[in-house]
């Protein structure tokens, strides 16, 4: 039963999306129960033993047999109603529990309790609220002394419910932003105080480190060091939930105080969450400090199922690969040194967090000079800070570009401390975390680091294939990541021997290199007309490295690489004639325009002849002889232009011409054309210039300026398309090919 009868059939209203959510629960909760599968979706029937020895030669139990089957059906119907988004995240999984909860109750796990839990707190918070409003108001306003009489009054208050949502004092405290009360508060309290959990499940100290606030949290964890070892509901300690939410400073305060032994991986799962959170906030220093302690975390799951390498595979703006950068600031950002991270994590990189240097703040102004510090590297020391202040007044972006750079040291970092493992792993263990996927991943994000790192610490995995029967260069291909494809470049003979490999389906890379380019990847060139001449560019480029057997070889369905690329090709095709044909036809009407006003103006001459000989009045002024070669270059230039659109136009339009033929018949006729433009607007000053340069040669200068607009507006509506066809037709190729490996 596929995705589309479950719908048609009313089964789940549509597929799985973040807004139909508790409609898709509800609905397919609602089917498997109707079929008597939700004892094995929901663990009430757990999977049962298999026999060992003899008779599980021969046979298995009944009761498995039938917890197998009801098994494959539930996991067949959440993979046919989830789509195909979702599918990707349980398709490796053979287990229908693990793929409901993750789809379904870890995402309510995540967000919310239960609607009967909600209601009891809410219905407790208010009684109590209703009974303590008068310390809640004295809190929340900051006034200690009306909290401290009340306290006084009634001692045990300091550990009730005192809101509506059940936090208690130094809950409100906290969330209030009143250092001073907390301070207070926490004398009063004993540390099963501060294990007190608030209605949304945090403890004060968790609270506090969603609060950013350390100060707060310093006073707890002097009053109570072992505070940081208590996590919220979910069982996750402060430092975890102040990575969660980005708390930088936070991070780095509960990261010095806590304990190491409790981020291992034999006390749970807190290790490899913190460490994933720490990489989706690119704190790279403390992360690469906790993995120096803990080799393994980066291969053991975290709370919420993920891997650290997998998380880096799909996160493309830690590596310079994947960042945004103007000419100017790659530049600036070639000249910025960054200390790699070594030992434990340092106060010097705590600047990463501030503001820019201010008046106001003294304290980040010496960390911002800090910071100066590793870019101004060949200055003396004494002038570094005046230095940088005049850098960051005057050039734009530079700390964000320096914490770009940080970021990328820092990640950099991290993958090889990760893939230093590698070589030690076995096949299953990395099967396990997901390897293959990882890289691919990693290449369909363009995350070259990720790819050089993996080869460099492991150079066997360059024969390494996914489920496909495909190596990450194929992937390369497929994916059209040029710059991960070019490394193969590097690999000496070895390229020959990846150039020769096939696919389960029996596809070599040229039929690979046949196939259209993922739509992410189509769309970074613009106009249908380059998009083909960019895949004949990959087409062409592949080619060139097989043997001449591969390019007539069949694959599976019985095509050969060219079949395969004009079968795959043959829409994008029609679009790039669409493209062309409109393009030329639009260009060819001025063009025509252009070269009949230019022939008519030859035969009319400004002034006119005298009559007596036929020979025009302002023969012998300089004005006009330039008007006289304007005007023919002009109708020169057009009837090129004309004649190269007229080509286009009746273009066979075969696949290959995208590669040449089309785009240089384009180039020549937007050249002609545009210079045509020009020669006319020169013609035409010139002309005016002749006639008034008797009595109004002041207006003649104002007009031939006005007369610029016209090649202004073509220039800027029609010059960058230009330069990009000339850009991609004989500019720098896309693939770079090293002399030397770049690991």
Known sequence: MGAKSLVSMGVVP???????YENWKACLQSYLIGQGLWDVVSGVDPKPEKLTGFIAKHEETEAFQTWRKKNAIALHAIQMSCGADALVTIRETDSAKF?????VELRHHRTQRSPQVERSIHIQGTRNFRRYECLFKAVDDGDWVTTKAFLDHDPDAVRASISPTNETALHVAILAGHAHIVKELVKLMTPKDLELRSGLGETALTTAAISGVTKMAKAIVEQYPSAVCVGNEHGQIPVIVASFYDQKDMVRYLYSVTPIEELSPEKGTNGATLLNFLVSANIYDIALHLLKHYRHLSFTKDYYGNYTVRMLARKPSAFLSGSKLLFWERWIYSFIYVRPFDGPIAEDHEHLDQLPADEENPENSQQDHHLGDHIIVHVPRRWRGLIWKLLLRFVPDL???????WT???????LDCIFEEIPYLTSSQLEMFGINQAIYDAIKHGIIEFIVALIKHDPESIWRKGVKGRTMFSHAVVLRQEKIFSLVYGLGIKKNVIARR?????????????????PSQLDRVSGAALQMQRELQWFKEVESMVQAKYKEEFNEYHKTPIHVFIEEHAELVKQGESWMKSTAASCMVVATLIAALMFTTAFTLPGGTKNDTGIPVFIKSKAFMVFIASDALSLFSSSTSV?????????RYAAEDFLKSLPIKLIIGLSSLFFSIVSMMVAFGSAIFVVLCQELSWISF???????????FFALLQFPLLVEIVTCTYGRSIFDKPTKRPY
């Open 99 to 103: 793929a409901w909860d993750h789809l």
């Open 408 to 414: 990328h040291v820092g990640s950099s970092q991290l």
């Open 643 to 651: 004649l190269m659109f007229l080509g286009i136009l009746t273009s």
């Open 702 to 712: 104002p007009i031939i300026a006005l007369a610029c607009i016209p090649i202004t």
């Open 502 to 518: 096939h696919d389960i389906f029996h596809n070599n890379i040229l039929h690979l290199a046949g196939k259209l380019s993922p």
């Open 399 to 405: 700390k964000h570009i320096y914490e770009a750079k």
């Open 14 to 20: 549509e597929e799985l999306t973040e807004d139909n």
